[in-house]
């Protein structure tokens, strides 16, 4: 595998990360492609190539200063067990817009190892923390 990671808008293949989160990505299911643009446009991501091929995306949320929150992850199930997301992970860490910042938050059901070895640990004070969830946001009634 010939893996590089990129940072570069223009290289993202859109059709391949709208077609795996909003068919397979348990956390945004049906996600509209208009949506998933607007989120790209407005976030540092991260794009994960084998060759000229995508295999893996992240987005960082971010005002580059204070606070950051990490976002639709995925490693195209062709790719995974290669060290894509420890790759994806080792250029978000070492990211010069996200040095320094003060909270740095994700949320995962069933990565918690992965991000582990990173620095993420559960909330400190999550009493603290609220959210307004609306799951059904993707769906057309």
Known sequence: MGLRIGTDPAEIDFDRVHGFLSREAYWCKGVPADTLRRAIEHSLCFSAFDGDAQVGFARVVTDRATFAYLCDVFV??????????????????????????????????????????????????????????????????
């Open 76 to 141: 195209l199930p062709e790719a995974r067990g290669l060290g894509v997301s420890k790759a994806m992970m080792q250029a978000i860490d070492a990211h010069p817009e996200l040095q320094g910042l003060r909270r740095f938050i994700l949320a995962t059901s069933d990565a918690h190892g992965l991000y582990a070895q990173y620095g993420f640990e559960p909330l400190t004070r999550p009493d603290r923390f609220m959210e307004r969830y609306r799951p059904e946001v993707y769906q057309s009634g």
